[in-house]
């Protein structure tokens, strides 16, 4: 299974169609993403942990024909989609992307799956929503990363698409914080639980 957080497809179009002007492929950088995790770790089952869709906007022709041949190439896949507070105003994926849709929070094996990271007592719950990144300073130089945190009940990851942005995280205690490049995952040192 991967697990993805926050994709929101359309975005850019969102963007587009109020007339600010941002950059075009965002879509089809976050599916070739998709495919590339997908063959590289053998995947059968994409969890999406909401935010799907950025906004109504985003069911605009060219985003909509993207996915939808995406998923004609990945016919045996299984999609399952936990709805966050954008797909509330986007509305649901078209039917034909054959997704299961659920609401939070959606319960497999030990593991609560959330878009909002909040408690539930049946699982460690895995969530989106913040789109944490985190700050490495190092002798004046510093970089802004996307990153993984996980507390003791409760793991947040980041988030998946192209052009979401992040918020700046403040490690709490007893949190573990892992930031991700383009190819690697590497744990940030003192913050361990």
């Known amino acids: 299974m991967l697990i993805v957080a926050d994709i929101h497809f359309g975005?850019?179009?969102a963007f587009r169609a109020q007339g600010v002007p941002v950059p075009?492929?965002?879509t089809t950088q976050n599916l070739?993403?998709?495919t590339a995790l997908i063959a590289a770790h053998?995947?059968?089952?994409?969890?999406?942990?909401?935010?799907?869709?950025?906004?109504?906007?985003?069911?605009?022709?060219?985003t909509m024909a993207a996915l939808r041949s995406w998923r004609r190439a990945h016919p045996t896949l299984t999609l399952t989609l936990v709805r966050g507070n954008h797909d509330e105003h986007a509305g649901d994926p078209p039917s034909d992307l054959n997704m299961q849709l659920v609401d939070e929070p959606y319960e497999v094996q030990g593991f609560s799956?959330?878009?909002h990271p909040h408690q539930h007592a049946r699982g460690y719950v895995l969530?989106?929503?913040?789109?944490?990144?985190?700050r490495l300073t190092k002798a004046g130089d510093s970089v802004r990363l996307p990153c993984f945190?996980?507390?003791p009940?409760?793991?947040?990851?980041?988030?998946?698409?192209?052009f979401t942005g992040g918020f700046a995280i403040d490690p709490q205690q007893g949190e573990r914080i892992f930031v991700a490049t383009d190819d690697a995952v590497f744990a940030v040192p003192g913050h361990t639980i």
């Open 24 to 26: 075009h492929g965002t």
């Open 149 to 151: 945190v996980f507390g």
């Open 11 to 13: 975005k850019a179009a």
């Open 42 to 62: 053998r995947v059968r089952h994409v969890l999406f942990l909401g935010d799907f869709l950025h906004a109504r906007t985003s069911h605009a022709e060219a």
């Open 113 to 115: 799956f959330c878009h």
């Open 153 to 162: 009940t409760v793991g947040v990851l980041p988030s998946f698409g192209a």
């Open 32 to 34: 070739d993403a998709l």
């Open 127 to 134: 969530a989106g929503h913040l789109h944490p990144v985190y």
